[in-house]
């Protein structure tokens, strides 16, 4: 029996954490964030083959003022409805999809808060009055092969917080 409809999506909310902040000489930045969802696709529990899925997120930094300062920038996730990073999970009404957030398409390390073994990504860079610095992340996501679920839409929702 396939089971090729079940659709496996993960909703990514941007947080950006931290102010406008005075730097050096008369620089003043801030920052937004943005991130693309994760989109699994249809799941066929009967394939040998687990879904793979790719999202970015993208900060940008503005400066005013005169001169440049450096920004450093972290990213952490939320372990949304699973409340745990070793094993997130997508939920259809009482049914569970399992999956994970990677830092690299070997998926092997986990993105987190950097705890209990997983990675908060940190990023620095120049930010220069006048000028825009951008920086873009790509997520790796992964739900293994021969998962019994039932067919549904599976959903979690994910908090991306980026503190500079």
Do not use: W
Request: aromatic share 8%.
């Amino acid at each position: 029996m396939s089971r090729a409809g079940t659709a496996a999506r993960i909703l990514g909310v941007a947080l950006l954490s931290g102010a406008a902040l005075q730097a050096r000489s008369a620089t003043i930045f801030s920052c937004t964030a943005g991130i693309s969802s994760l989109n699994f696709g249809a799941y066929d529990p009967l394939s040998g083959n687990g879904n793979a899925a790719t999202a970015t997120v993208t900060v940008t930094c503005t400066a005013t003022g005169t001169g440049s300062t450096t920004v450093t920038g972290t990213l952490t996730l939320s372990t949304g409805a699973s409340g745990s990073y070793a094993t997130r999970h997508m939920v259809s009404g009482a049914n569970k999809l399992d999956y994970n957030i990677y830092a690299t398409p070997a998926y092997s390390q986990v993105i987190g808060n950097g705890t209990g073994g997983t990675y908060a990504p940190s990023e620095s860079g120049t930010v220069t009055a006048g000028q825009l610095y951008q920086v873009s992340l790509p997520l790796y996501g992964f739900a293994p092969a021969s998962q019994n679920v039932a067919p549904g839409t599976y959903t979690d929702t994910i908090v991306a917080t980026v503190s500079y």
